[in-house]
């Protein structure tokens, strides 16, 4: 009797996955992909037109390079914005701000202190967004 039991249990469990197969396989052939949600072909990927850069958010430090060592305490800081942009320049001792040229270009005058020190560069878009970069520097008079 256990034997048919078990038997009868397989079967069933068979019969109830043809029968959901076949359910599922009907349901799919139905189906109807609307034409606006079918892929595009690689001659219609490649036409269409890209997306301009969006420069207005343009903030580049040059000089100072990052964990670099100065046996100077004056460094000249390099860098590019975008035009009408704000630039704040901090260090432990002292904080600049500056104005890019109309080219984008900046350049200024920053005192080190003694030591490795931090430098962060704040920018404020004309849209109002910020952006920071920080660089360390050490200024250090021993010879390596």
Do not use: C, H, W
């Not at 704040?122 to 660089?135: M, Y």
């Amino acid at each position: 009797m256990k034997a048919e039991k078990v038997i009868l249990s397989f079967v069933a469990v068979f019969v109830g996955l043809v029968a959901a197969g076949i359910a599922f396989y009907f349901y799919q052939s139905t189906k109807v992909i609307p034409t606006d949600q079918t892929k595009p072909s690689a001659t219609q990927v490649a036409m269409q037109p890209t997306k301009a850069p969006n420069n207005s958010d343009v903030f580049t430090i040059d000089s100072p390079g990052d964990e670099q060592v100065y046996s100077q305490k004056s460094i000249t800081i390099k860098g590019t914005a975008v035009k009408g942009a704000t630039i704040t320049v901090s260090t432990d001792d002292e904080d600049q701000v500056v104005q890019p040229a109309d080219n984008g270009d900046f350049t200024l005058t920053q005192t080190i202190p003694n030591g490795t020190s931090l430098i962060e560069f704040t920018t404020i878009f004309p849209d109002g967004t910020v952006k920071k970069i920080d660089r360390t520097v050490t200024f250090s008079t021993e010879n390596f």
